[in-house]
């Protein structure tokens, strides 16, 4: 009963005038023109695009392994494989980066490169690959940028002092969903540098709104608020980023969705820091 | 930029050189500097319209002698020089500081945008030294004129007083001055409408409850306030053209209705 059932179906997909078989599987096996930014090793240190054509790519590959094989190939003619960054492969880590086609993470929405499928390109497409464009993102080599200056912006400020104890029962601090919400929203940041890629400006305005309104929306982050917006930010400007001109840019291309009501409450979180904060020298003493 | 903290510093306002000269501050500057002169521009315009009205000039010259002479309104307009120099050179220097931020440009670059126009967002700059530019030469051709007393004078009820309307007619009727007075409207209106709900971004006001609100009245405000001001040197020159004049010789704006309804 069901071997006959299964056999119609096939029957039904085979004779429909709907689907062309032919174009159906010739997805299977594109070829793509890949114009990638190669620098440093035995390219100019100043870089420079080298093109490359690969066949037998696979729609169900993601664009990391699309390039795993470019490089597979690569390898074994003797030649320099493509260096990129890479990690968790499962869009959490903010390892990946590149510019795809004019895109940081490629051109669907809420993306990372490593949850890009080749599926979204067509057999003979000219790939233009490049890395995250920033003065504060140095290229190391080929697709590979220096992000530290977002590491140093997070020691700045980014964090909760905790002192030494156990983490207190969940129950005890009451927190509103919409708050929860907001802050989690925030805390999806994967701090990629995306924002900073997609930016005109290369302002780093996206990120540093979204670590200060994760942690100034819950009451752990809220005692260190004022203090935390205005060192973040001093960092940031020190790091050379440009100066945010809400052309929203930024949440456009941001694979996590991070909305610029984030620079909104940034702006409120530091204007208010600015005018009603003043950070006392820690003299030492005290009790005891 | 420490040279302003370190000229607060002996007043006590280092903090507030710190704060003007981070990157939210400049943009702050920018913000309030900016809304100030957007709400100077309806009450601009409110005046200008005087020019339409068929008597001679007498209201718009009445209207230009209490503009120059009551001091409130003069208090107002050095507040608005001030903000017009401002809103100037802080947005050249925000432009050149943003521009060199990127390094490298990019081989293929598509800026998409959310709530906002991308192609007017990203040409700031530009729009604004458009403006800089055609406010530079308005003044000088009728500002400064006015202030050196380089125009006729009109009596009106025995009261002598500039004729400004005069030489501003004068300016309308020239096909050149009116396609670069409509091209800057224009260049306005692409300005405001990133502008006008990108100050309260930076103010930090957003809020799902009335950012669509700011956001409707930025697109409606930055159409009609410009359309307003374009229409006046067209209208003039249109008027000069005899472009207006219809059947039974009526003409001008203000009396046509009653002059048409006369001829029915």
Not at chain 1, 62 to 86: G, W, Y
Not at chain 2, 17 to 40: C, E, N, R, Y
Not at chain 2, 97 to 117: D, H, L
Request: charged share 15%; net charge neutral.
């Amino acid at each position: 009963m069901e071997i006959y059932f299964i056999n119609l179906k096939l029957f039904n997909f085979v004779n429909s005038s709907t689907i062309n078989f032919s174009t159906f599987f010739a997805m299977e096996n594109m070829h793509l023109k890949l114009k990638i930014w190669r620098q440093g090793g035995k390219f100019a240190p100043k870089g420079e695009f080298v093109t490359y054509e690969l066949d037998n790519v696979s729609e169900h590959m993601s664009f990391l392994e699309m390039l795993d094989v470019l490089n597979e190939k690569l390898i074994s003619q003797r030649e320099e494989p493509v260096a990129f960054e890479h990690d968790c492969r499962e869009g959490i880590c903010g390892t990946c980066s590149m510019v795809i086609n004019g895109h940081p993470h490629g051109p669907n929405a809420g993306t990372t490169t490593c949850q890009l499928h080749m599926r979204f390109f067509k057999d003979g497409d000219t790939v233009t690959i490049e890395p995250f464009r920033a003065k504060s993102f140095p290229v190391i080599k080929d697709l590979v940028v220096d992000r530290e200056a977002f590491d140093r912006i997070i020691q700045a400020g980014g964090f909760i002092s905790a002192s030494t104890g156990q983490a207190q029962d969940a129950n005890a601090i009451p927190v509103s969903k919409e708050l929860a919400s907001a802050s989690f929203d925030a805390a999806a940041c994967i701090g990629c540098g995306a924002c900073v890629a997609a930016c005109p400006n290369a302002s780093a305005m996206l990120f540093v709104s979204a670590k200060v309104s994760h942690l100034a929306l819950l009451p752990q982050g809220k005692v260190e608020a004022k203090r935390r917006a205005l060192a973040m930010v001093k960092q940031m400007d020190q790091e050379g980023f440009g100066n945010c001109s809400n052309i929203t840019a930024c949440e456009a291309e941001c694979p996590k969705g991070i909305s610029v009501e984030n620079i909104a409450r940034l702006n409120r979180e530091y204007i208010s820091a600015a005018f009603a904060f003043e950070e006392k020298e820690d003299k030492g003493g005290g009790a005891g | 930029m420490s040279w302003l903290t370190n000229t607060l510093s002996p007043v006590g306002l280092s903090w507030f050189g710190g704060f003007l000269t981070s990157s939210i501050g400049k943009k702050v500057l920018m913000a309030l500097t900016g809304l100030f002169l957007i709400s100077f521009l309806p009450i601009h315009l409110l005046g200008n319209l005087y020019l339409m009205k068929d008597d001679g000039g007498r209201d718009f010259n009445l209207y230009a002698e209490f503009m120059t002479h009551n001091k409130i309104i003069k208090a107002v307009s050095y507040t608005l020089y001030l903000s017009i120099v401002l809103h100037a050179i802080q947005g050249l220097l925000l432009w050149r500081q943003n521009a060199s931020a990127r390094g490298q440009n990019y081989a293929v670059k598509v800026t998409r945008a959310v709530g906002t126009n991308a192609r007017a967002a990203t040409r700031m700059g530009w729009l604004g030294t458009i403006l800089l530019i055609f406010i530079l030469l308005h003044m000088y051709q009728f500002w400064l004129q006015m202030k050196l007393g380089n125009v006729p004078m009109s009596s009106y009820g025995g009261e002598v007083i500039k004729d400004l309307y005069t030489p501003v007619m004068v300016a309308f009727a020239d096909p050149i001055f009116v396609v670069i007075y409509v091209v800057s409207m224009i260049a306005i209106a692409f300005h405001l409408w990133h502008g006008f709900q990108s100050a309260f971004q930076t103010l930090g006001l957003n809020h799902s409850k009335y950012t669509p609100f700011i956001k409707f009245l930025g697109k409606a405000y930055s159409v009609l306030i410009p359309a307003g001001f374009a229409v006046i040197p067209i209208y003039v020159y249109g008027d000069t053209m005899g472009w207006w004049k219809i059947g039974c010789g009526c003409d001008g704006v203000w009396d046509r209705a009653e002059c048409m309804i006369e001829c029915i």
